[in-house]
Protein backbone atom coordinates (compact mmCIF):
# COMPACT_ATOMS: atom_id res chain seq x y z
CA UNK A 1 0.00 0.00 0.00
CA UNK A 2 2.38 2.39 -0.95
CA UNK A 3 0.49 4.73 -3.42
CA UNK A 4 -2.57 6.75 -3.58
CA UNK A 5 -4.93 4.67 -5.64
CA UNK A 6 -6.61 6.91 -8.64
CA UNK A 7 -9.66 6.28 -10.71
CA UNK A 8 -9.27 4.50 -14.07
CA UNK A 9 -9.33 6.70 -17.04
CA UNK A 10 -12.87 8.10 -18.07
CA UNK A 11 -14.43 6.88 -14.39
CA UNK A 12 -16.62 10.03 -14.39
CA UNK A 13 -18.11 9.46 -17.53
CA UNK A 14 -19.71 6.14 -15.96
CA UNK A 15 -19.83 3.85 -19.47
CA UNK A 16 -20.17 1.11 -17.91
CA UNK A 17 -23.70 -0.43 -15.52
CA UNK A 18 -24.33 -2.82 -13.55
CA UNK A 19 -27.29 -5.51 -14.60
CA UNK A 20 -30.40 -5.55 -12.67
CA UNK A 21 -30.87 -8.44 -10.42
CA UNK A 22 -26.66 -8.75 -9.87
CA UNK A 23 -26.62 -9.04 -5.82
CA UNK A 24 -24.15 -9.20 -3.09
CA UNK A 25 -24.14 -9.55 0.63
CA UNK A 26 -21.34 -7.71 2.78
CA UNK A 27 -20.54 -8.35 6.36
CA UNK A 28 -18.13 -5.84 7.88
CA UNK A 29 -17.09 -5.49 11.51
CA UNK A 30 -17.21 -3.07 14.27
CA UNK A 31 -13.61 -1.13 15.20
CA UNK A 32 -12.07 0.81 18.38
CA UNK A 33 -9.85 3.50 16.99
CA UNK A 34 -6.38 5.58 18.81
CA UNK A 35 -6.30 2.39 21.52
CA UNK A 36 -5.18 5.21 23.97
CA UNK A 37 -2.12 7.23 22.53
CA UNK A 38 -2.43 6.21 19.15
CA UNK A 39 -4.18 8.83 17.76
CA UNK A 40 -6.07 8.82 14.46
CA UNK A 41 -3.29 5.86 13.88
CA UNK A 42 -4.06 2.44 15.76
CA UNK A 43 -7.12 1.14 15.22
CA UNK A 44 -8.60 -2.88 15.76
CA UNK A 45 -11.24 -4.62 14.33
CA UNK A 46 -14.00 -5.75 16.94
CA UNK A 47 -16.53 -9.30 16.53
CA UNK A 48 -19.83 -6.73 15.76
CA UNK A 49 -21.16 -7.00 12.05
CA UNK A 50 -23.20 -5.32 10.22
CA UNK A 51 -24.46 -7.08 6.92
CA UNK A 52 -25.85 -5.62 3.78
CA UNK A 53 -27.31 -7.05 0.91
CA UNK A 54 -27.17 -4.61 -2.33
CA UNK A 55 -29.05 -5.60 -5.37
CA UNK A 56 -29.09 -3.84 -8.37
CA UNK A 57 -32.59 -3.17 -9.59
CA UNK A 58 -34.33 -0.42 -12.29
CA UNK A 59 -35.62 1.51 -9.93
CA UNK A 60 -34.28 4.40 -7.52
CA UNK A 61 -32.35 3.81 -4.21
CA UNK A 62 -34.08 1.92 -1.71
CA UNK A 63 -32.82 1.30 1.69
CA UNK A 64 -34.37 -0.97 4.44
CA UNK A 65 -32.86 -0.86 7.33
CA UNK A 66 -33.19 -3.42 10.87
CA UNK A 67 -31.35 -3.24 14.12
CA UNK A 68 -28.77 -0.70 15.51
CA UNK A 69 -30.02 2.97 14.64
CA UNK A 70 -32.78 1.89 12.04
CA UNK A 71 -34.98 4.70 12.66
CA UNK A 72 -32.64 7.17 12.34
CA UNK A 73 -31.36 6.74 9.12
CA UNK A 74 -32.18 8.08 5.87
CA UNK A 75 -33.89 5.29 3.36
CA UNK A 76 -32.53 6.70 -0.11
CA UNK A 77 -29.53 7.53 -1.87
CA UNK A 78 -28.80 10.11 0.87
CA UNK A 79 -28.02 6.82 3.25
CA UNK A 80 -24.34 6.44 4.09
CA UNK A 81 -24.24 2.74 2.60
CA UNK A 82 -25.85 4.03 -0.36
CA UNK A 83 -23.25 6.91 -0.75
CA UNK A 84 -20.47 4.61 -0.30
CA UNK A 85 -21.67 2.16 -3.17
CA UNK A 86 -21.99 4.73 -5.82
CA UNK A 87 -18.97 6.17 -4.86
CA UNK A 88 -17.09 2.85 -5.41
CA UNK A 89 -19.04 2.48 -8.67
CA UNK A 90 -18.18 6.12 -9.86
CA UNK A 91 -14.76 6.01 -9.17
CA UNK A 92 -14.25 2.28 -11.36
CA UNK A 93 -16.39 4.30 -13.81
CA UNK A 94 -19.67 2.01 -13.35
CA UNK A 95 -23.09 3.11 -12.43
CA UNK A 96 -26.07 1.35 -11.01
CA UNK A 97 -29.70 1.77 -12.90
CA UNK A 98 -31.37 1.04 -9.86
CA UNK A 99 -29.96 0.10 -5.80
CA UNK A 100 -32.39 -1.72 -3.32
CA UNK A 101 -29.77 -2.05 0.08
CA UNK A 102 -31.34 -4.14 3.03
CA UNK A 103 -28.61 -3.05 6.36
CA UNK A 104 -28.75 -5.71 9.11
CA UNK A 105 -27.15 -3.15 11.81
CA UNK A 106 -25.17 -4.77 14.88
CA UNK A 107 -23.33 -2.02 15.45
CA UNK A 108 -24.04 0.42 18.19
CA UNK A 109 -24.26 3.88 16.21
CA UNK A 110 -22.82 7.03 17.50
CA UNK A 111 -21.08 5.27 20.53
CA UNK A 112 -17.56 5.10 19.44
CA UNK A 113 -17.11 1.75 17.50
CA UNK A 114 -17.22 2.49 14.03
CA UNK A 115 -20.30 2.09 12.97
CA UNK A 116 -19.82 5.02 9.89
CA UNK A 117 -16.47 3.46 9.11
CA UNK A 118 -18.30 0.39 8.92
CA UNK A 119 -21.12 1.80 6.48
CA UNK A 120 -18.40 3.12 4.35
CA UNK A 121 -16.61 0.01 4.33
CA UNK A 122 -19.01 -2.14 3.37
CA UNK A 123 -20.70 0.29 0.43
CA UNK A 124 -17.40 0.46 -0.73
CA UNK A 125 -16.86 -3.74 -0.84
CA UNK A 126 -20.59 -3.91 -1.96
CA UNK A 127 -19.44 -1.75 -4.97
CA UNK A 128 -16.67 -3.48 -5.73
CA UNK A 129 -18.49 -7.12 -5.25
CA UNK A 130 -20.96 -6.20 -7.72
CA UNK A 131 -18.43 -5.21 -10.40
CA UNK A 132 -16.00 -8.17 -10.06
CA UNK A 133 -18.76 -10.48 -9.99
CA UNK A 134 -20.09 -9.10 -13.68
CA UNK A 135 -16.73 -9.35 -14.77
CA UNK A 136 -16.78 -5.06 -15.23
CA UNK A 137 -13.38 -4.70 -13.85
CA UNK A 138 -11.47 -6.58 -10.96
CA UNK A 139 -12.45 -6.39 -7.18
CA UNK A 140 -11.34 -2.71 -5.72
CA UNK A 141 -7.81 -3.65 -3.82
CA UNK A 142 -7.47 -3.45 -0.09
CA UNK A 143 -4.94 -0.18 -1.09
CA UNK A 144 -8.02 1.48 -2.93
CA UNK A 145 -10.73 0.61 -0.29
CA UNK A 146 -8.53 2.10 2.43
CA UNK A 147 -7.80 5.15 0.16
CA UNK A 148 -11.87 5.71 -0.84
CA UNK A 149 -12.82 4.83 2.79
CA UNK A 150 -10.05 7.17 4.45
CA UNK A 151 -11.31 10.22 1.92
CA UNK A 152 -14.86 9.44 3.63
CA UNK A 153 -13.41 9.68 6.98
CA UNK A 154 -10.96 12.04 7.06
CA UNK A 155 -8.54 9.86 8.76
CA UNK A 156 -8.39 5.62 8.21
CA UNK A 157 -8.05 3.98 11.84
CA UNK A 158 -11.37 2.76 11.97
CA UNK A 159 -11.95 1.73 8.33
CA UNK A 160 -8.88 0.19 8.08
CA UNK A 161 -9.38 -1.60 10.48
CA UNK A 162 -12.57 -3.01 9.00
CA UNK A 163 -11.09 -3.52 5.89
CA UNK A 164 -8.20 -5.50 6.89
CA UNK A 165 -9.48 -6.80 10.33
CA UNK A 166 -7.07 -7.03 13.86
CA UNK A 167 -4.66 -4.34 14.67
CA UNK A 168 -3.77 -2.15 12.16
CA UNK A 169 -1.44 0.75 11.83
CA UNK A 170 -2.23 3.43 9.56
CA UNK A 171 -0.65 6.88 8.36
CA UNK A 172 -1.89 9.64 5.89
CA UNK A 173 1.13 11.70 3.70
CA UNK A 174 0.19 14.89 3.70
CA UNK A 175 -1.28 15.03 0.07
CA UNK A 176 -4.47 13.31 0.57
CA UNK A 177 -2.95 9.46 0.71
CA UNK A 178 -4.26 6.99 3.43
CA UNK A 179 -2.39 3.69 4.02
CA UNK A 180 -2.52 1.09 6.41
CA UNK A 181 -0.74 -2.21 7.67
CA UNK A 182 -2.14 -5.10 9.74
CA UNK A 183 0.15 -6.51 12.47
CA UNK A 184 -0.02 -9.83 13.63
CA UNK A 185 -2.23 -9.93 17.07
CA UNK A 186 -0.96 -11.74 19.72
CA UNK A 187 -3.40 -14.97 20.25
CA UNK A 188 -3.80 -14.19 24.05
CA UNK A 189 -5.46 -10.70 23.58
CA UNK A 190 -9.30 -10.04 23.57
CA UNK A 191 -11.36 -7.45 23.78
CA UNK A 192 -14.26 -6.22 26.40
CA UNK A 193 -16.34 -3.30 25.06
CA UNK A 194 -18.67 -0.97 27.81
CA UNK A 195 -21.24 0.57 25.82
CA UNK A 196 -23.57 2.98 27.08
CA UNK A 197 -26.79 3.98 25.69
CA UNK A 198 -26.00 7.80 25.44
CA UNK A 199 -24.57 9.03 22.26
CA UNK A 200 -21.92 11.36 20.92
CA UNK A 201 -20.53 13.20 18.06
CA UNK A 202 -17.07 13.05 16.59
CA UNK A 203 -17.18 16.49 15.56
CA UNK A 204 -18.08 17.84 18.84
CA UNK A 205 -15.56 15.56 20.73
CA UNK A 206 -12.81 16.48 17.88
CA UNK A 207 -13.42 20.34 18.72
CA UNK A 208 -12.21 19.80 22.61
CA UNK A 209 -9.23 19.18 21.09
CA UNK A 210 -6.52 21.49 21.43
CA UNK A 211 -4.89 23.01 18.52
CA UNK A 212 -0.83 22.49 20.49
CA UNK A 213 0.17 20.36 22.97
CA UNK A 214 3.20 20.43 25.48
CA UNK A 215 6.15 18.44 23.93
CA UNK A 216 6.41 16.14 26.57
CA UNK A 217 2.92 14.99 26.49
CA UNK A 218 3.80 14.44 22.62
CA UNK A 219 7.12 12.40 23.46
CA UNK A 220 4.81 10.66 25.77
CA UNK A 221 2.61 9.16 23.37
CA UNK A 222 4.94 8.67 20.78
CA UNK A 223 6.67 6.40 23.11
CA UNK A 224 3.02 4.58 24.17
CA UNK A 225 2.10 4.42 20.54
CA UNK A 226 5.57 2.36 19.71
CA UNK A 227 4.82 0.88 22.86
CA UNK A 228 1.37 -0.41 21.65
CA UNK A 229 2.34 -2.04 18.80
CA UNK A 230 4.97 -4.34 20.69
CA UNK A 231 2.03 -5.31 23.47
CA UNK A 232 0.05 -6.41 20.00
CA UNK A 233 2.03 -8.67 18.90
CA UNK A 234 4.90 -10.03 21.19
CA UNK A 235 4.34 -8.95 24.62
CA UNK A 236 0.62 -8.13 26.28
CA UNK A 237 2.11 -7.75 29.67
CA UNK A 238 3.07 -4.08 28.13
CA UNK A 239 -0.81 -3.10 27.72
CA UNK A 240 -1.56 -1.47 30.28
CA UNK A 241 1.50 0.93 29.73
CA UNK A 242 1.03 0.77 26.08
CA UNK A 243 -2.64 2.47 25.96
CA UNK A 244 -2.52 5.33 28.52
CA UNK A 245 -2.51 9.02 26.59
CA UNK A 246 -2.28 12.57 27.08
CA UNK A 247 -3.56 14.01 23.42
CA UNK A 248 -7.19 13.49 23.60
CA UNK A 249 -9.08 11.46 26.43
CA UNK A 250 -8.04 13.89 28.92
CA UNK A 251 -9.69 17.31 26.87
CA UNK A 252 -12.76 15.19 25.86
CA UNK A 253 -13.45 14.65 29.76
CA UNK A 254 -16.10 17.03 30.39
CA UNK A 255 -18.12 15.98 27.34
CA UNK A 256 -18.32 12.15 28.79
CA UNK A 257 -17.99 12.68 32.44
CA UNK A 258 -19.28 8.97 32.74
CA UNK A 259 -16.79 7.66 30.31
CA UNK A 260 -13.91 9.18 31.80
CA UNK A 261 -14.88 8.00 35.23
CA UNK A 262 -15.17 4.22 33.99
CA UNK A 263 -11.56 4.77 32.15
CA UNK A 264 -10.43 5.88 35.34
CA UNK A 265 -12.01 3.71 37.41
CA UNK A 266 -11.00 -0.10 35.09
CA UNK A 267 -7.57 1.79 34.93
CA UNK A 268 -6.90 1.90 39.10
CA UNK A 269 -8.04 -1.88 38.97
CA UNK A 270 -5.17 -2.63 36.56
CA UNK A 271 -7.46 -3.01 33.34
CA UNK A 272 -5.63 -1.59 29.71
CA UNK A 273 -8.87 0.68 29.55
CA UNK A 274 -9.38 3.53 27.16
CA UNK A 275 -11.77 5.37 25.48
CA UNK A 276 -13.01 3.55 21.88
CA UNK A 277 -12.20 6.07 19.10
CA UNK A 278 -14.05 9.15 20.03
CA UNK A 279 -16.61 7.72 23.20
CA UNK A 280 -18.71 7.46 24.61
CA UNK A 281 -18.00 3.35 25.19
CA UNK A 282 -14.70 2.31 26.48
CA UNK A 283 -12.70 -0.75 25.50
CA UNK A 284 -10.10 -2.99 27.34
CA UNK A 285 -7.67 -4.73 26.49
CA UNK A 286 -6.18 -7.73 28.22
CA UNK A 287 -5.46 -11.55 28.58
CA UNK A 288 -7.81 -12.21 31.26
CA UNK A 289 -11.49 -12.23 31.46
CA UNK A 290 -13.02 -9.27 33.28
CA UNK A 291 -15.47 -10.50 36.22
CA UNK A 292 -18.97 -9.73 37.98
CA UNK A 293 -17.40 -6.78 39.55
CA UNK A 294 -16.54 -4.94 36.80
CA UNK A 295 -19.85 -5.78 35.14
CA UNK A 296 -22.28 -4.27 38.08
CA UNK A 297 -19.69 -1.67 38.46
CA UNK A 298 -20.48 -0.88 34.82
CA UNK A 299 -24.23 -1.31 34.67
CA UNK A 300 -24.22 1.18 37.71
CA UNK A 301 -22.48 3.75 35.69
CA UNK A 302 -24.82 3.00 32.64
CA UNK A 303 -22.31 0.54 30.47
CA UNK A 304 -23.34 -2.45 29.27
CA UNK A 305 -20.28 -4.45 29.48
CA UNK A 306 -19.38 -7.17 26.48
CA UNK A 307 -16.90 -9.36 26.27
CA UNK A 308 -15.81 -9.12 22.08
CA UNK A 309 -13.59 -11.15 19.78
CA UNK A 310 -10.96 -9.73 17.99
CA UNK A 311 -12.40 -8.41 14.38
CA UNK A 312 -12.21 -10.17 11.13
CA UNK A 313 -11.90 -8.03 7.85
CA UNK A 314 -14.97 -7.27 5.31
CA UNK A 315 -16.21 -10.49 3.53
CA UNK A 316 -18.54 -10.75 0.79
CA UNK A 317 -21.12 -13.45 0.02
CA UNK A 318 -22.82 -13.53 -3.28
Same mark, same amino acid.
Given at each position: ??????????????????????????????????????????????????????? #??????????????????????????????????????????????????????????????????????????????????????????????????????????????????????????????? #???????????????????????????????????????????????????????????????????????????????????????????? #????????????????????????????????????????? #???
Amino acid at each position: MNATPTAPAGAPDAQLRLTPGQRVQVRVPASTANLGPGFDCLGLALGIYDTIAAT #VTEGDVVVEATGEGAHDVPRDGTHLVARALIRGLQYAGISAPGLHLHCTNMIPHSRGLGSSAAAVVGGLVAASALMAAEGLRSALSETELVQLSGEFEGHPDNAAASVLGGPVVTWMDGEGGYFARR #VHLHPAITATAFVPQTESSTAVTRGLLPHDVPRADAVFNLSRSALAVVALTSDPSCLFDATADRLHQDYRAPAMPQTHALVTELRSGGHAAT #VSGAGPSVVVLGTEPLGQAEAESAAAAGFTMTPLAIGEGVT #VHT
